[in-house]
């Protein structure tokens, strides 16, 4: 089975790492967590418990998703400065307000902090234009005022 690259920003790579660095360190406190409360005695109505176990399998969960991230990443240099690719900070004027978006992989996208996926609608629409171009998107003009 061929396993497809993720695309990532420099950043985006430092903060998984950091995220899988807490929760490696956190498993001891987990399983302190199971410990006493197995301690309570019967499991079976044991709330501590099944909260504790269930924190434990969230967080191996994640770990084995991170580092399959990781272990798969393709890292973005950064976009070019005439063309929005991904790593490029685009500001635009939308519909008349002024945004400012960084084009992200998916694994990294994040709308509310500014990171737009290459495969999400707005994504796909801005791929491509350079500084200075117009075009339409649903069925609102926009205008790429920069692209860092």
Do not use: C, W
């Amino acid at each position: 089975m061929i396993k497809k690259k993720i695309s990532l920003t420099a950043e985006g790579k430092k903060e998984l790492e950091e995220e899988l660095a807490e929760l490696i360190k956190n498993r001891p406190v987990i399983a302190e967590k199971i410990a006493t409360a197995r301690a309570f005695g019967d499991l079976s109505e044991n709330e501590e418990y099944s909260s504790a176990r269930n924190e434990q399998k969230m967080a191996e969960v994640r770990i084995l998703e991170i580092q399959d991230i990781l272990k798969n990443a393709k890292l973005i240099r950064g976009g070019k400065k005439d063309k929005a690719t991904l790593g490029a900070t685009i500001s635009l004027s939308m519909g008349g307000k002024k945004v400012k978006y960084t084009l992200v992989g998916p694994t990294e996208a994040n709308p509310l902090e500014g990171k737009i996926s290459d495969a999400s609608p707005i994504g796909k629409a801005l791929f491509g234009h350079r500084a200075g171009e117009d075009f339409e998107f649903n069925g609102k003009k926009v205008k790429i005022i920069s692209i860092e």
